[in-house]
């Protein structure tokens, strides 16, 4: 069995419930790491109906910006931890650094940590990602950093991946 495991995927690709039920096949407790905030309504309800999706195997922590060290203080009390998603975690750190000028080299420097964080792991850990930037270029400088970060995070998330799974309408394709 892989114990990295990248999945990505478009926005309502599958990716996060092709993510659980590679889960499901370790047995219970799962750990579902979330790195979303409810912002607006719309993100609550969303929230809850992944919640309810659920059921009471997995134990949840939600972390916006800490993953390798919430992945540090997780190792070994479950038996595999899923990270949703790698993409709103970059989307936290690039949101406090918006205004400083290395932000996009500080936030690979934290795609790094969490690589090697990754490696030490004794729990096996899907990771969810996007796809993002296969669209035109973005005309805001912002986006077109967000879109810049997420293929490198990306690039060197999949290269410390065991395992590579990309969905694509619900269909899971392996690439690794
Ligand atoms: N804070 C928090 N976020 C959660 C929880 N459960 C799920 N989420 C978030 O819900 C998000 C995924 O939901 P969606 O946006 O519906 O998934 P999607 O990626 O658009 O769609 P798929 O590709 O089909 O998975 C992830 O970013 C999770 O972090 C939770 O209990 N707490």
């Known amino acids: 069995m892989s ?9 309502r690709s599958g990716k996060s419930g092709f993510a659980e039920h590679l889960a499901l096949s370790h047995g219970a407790p799962r750990c579902y790491l979330a790195t979303a905030q409810a912002w607006d309504k719309e993100m609550q309800e969303r929230i809850e109906r992944h919640r309810k999706r659920r059921n009471d195997g997995w134990q949840t922590v939600e972390e916006p910006l800490q993953l390798a060290s919430t992945l540090t203080r997780l190792d070994g009390g479950c038996r595999v931890i899923l990270v949703d998603c790698v993409t709103l975690w970059l989307t936290n750190l690039l949101l406090a650094r918006e205004q400083e000028p290395d932000a996009e080299e500080q936030i690979i420097a934290l795609v790094r ?3 090697e964080q990754l490696r030490r792991m004794t729990t096996p850990v899907i990771l969810v990602t996007n ?3 296969s669209g035109i270029v973005p005309e805001n400088r912002l986006a077109r950093l967000f879109r810049d970060l997420a293929g490198r995070a990306n ?3 999949a290269a410390a991946a065991d395992e590579v799974q990309v969905v694509i309408s619900g269909l899971p394709l ?3």
Not at 3 to 11: P, Q
Request: proline share 0%.
């Open 174 to 176: 392996k690439l690794k």
């Open 3 to 11: 114990r990295i495991i990248l999945v990505t995927g478009g926005a």
């Open 131 to 133: 796809e993002v930037g």
């Open 155 to 157: 690039q060197l998330l």
């Open 113 to 115: 940590d969490l690589t």
